[in-house]
Structures are given as C-alpha cells and as structure tokens.
C-alpha cells in the first residue's frame, strides 16, 4: 500500500480562515460513506484536536456539543507570520472520558499536513 500524499497547505499570513472537517470512509471504493454525520451526532464522544508547529498561528473552535465542549468540525485558524510548519487533525474517540483535551481517548484518525504561510 502507498503512503498517503496530501498537497501542501498554503495561506497568507495575518488572515483568519475558517475551517470546515469532514470524514469519508473511502476503504471500500464502490461504497464512500461519509461519517461527517455520525460525528455529529455523537459529538458528546469526539474530539477533532487540531495542532500546528506555525509560530503565532492558532485555532478557535466554533462547535461545541452538549457539555459546551469543542468538537472541531468547525473551527477558525489565525495566521500571524510568514512561516512553514505542519497542521495536524487527530479525531479522537472519548467516550465517557471527553474533557476539551487532546490527552484521553483512542485516536481513529491522525493526518498532519505540511503547510506554508508566505
């Protein structure tokens, strides 16, 4: 199996981004199915952390679910300066356990993006 290969991440700096996440089980080609909704609706049980190594750059989550907790299939991401670093989207699975951190539950997914900011 090839590694997978995503393109690079390119934004300017001091802009204000808003991010939209969504997950696709692609493991069976005839039959894509979209697991964007079952996040949704199991929102008291996932996390979406979101990380990045760009100097000034951060995230804002804008969905919360019932404990007002962050979920993370919206969020808005801050450029400050001009830069190269990596983006990072682990979801991570937590029930019983979800507390608006990235250090309890099983990661599912873990994708880091190389990302420019020029």
Do not use: M, R, W
Not at 50 to 55: E, F, P, R
Not at 62 to 69: V, Y
């Amino acid at each position: 199996k090839a590694p997978l290969q995503f393109d690079t991440i390119k934004l300017k700096p001091e802009l204000t981004y808003s991010v939209s996440i969504s997950f696709y089980d692609e493991s069976n080609a005839s039959d894509i199915k979209n697991l964007t909704s079952e996040i949704e609706e199991e929102k008291n049980d996932h996390f979406i952390c979101l990380n990045t190594t760009l100097n000034g750059a951060n995230f804002t989550y804008k969905d919360l679910d019932n404990n007002s907790l962050p979920i993370g299939l919206q969020s808005e991401f801050k450029t400050t300066t001009s830069g190269n670093g990596e983006l990072s989207v682990s979801l991570k699975h937590q029930p019983g356990t979800k507390n608006g951190t990235c250090d309890v539950g099983e990661t599912d997914v873990e994708v880091v993006f190389l990302t420019e900011v020029f």
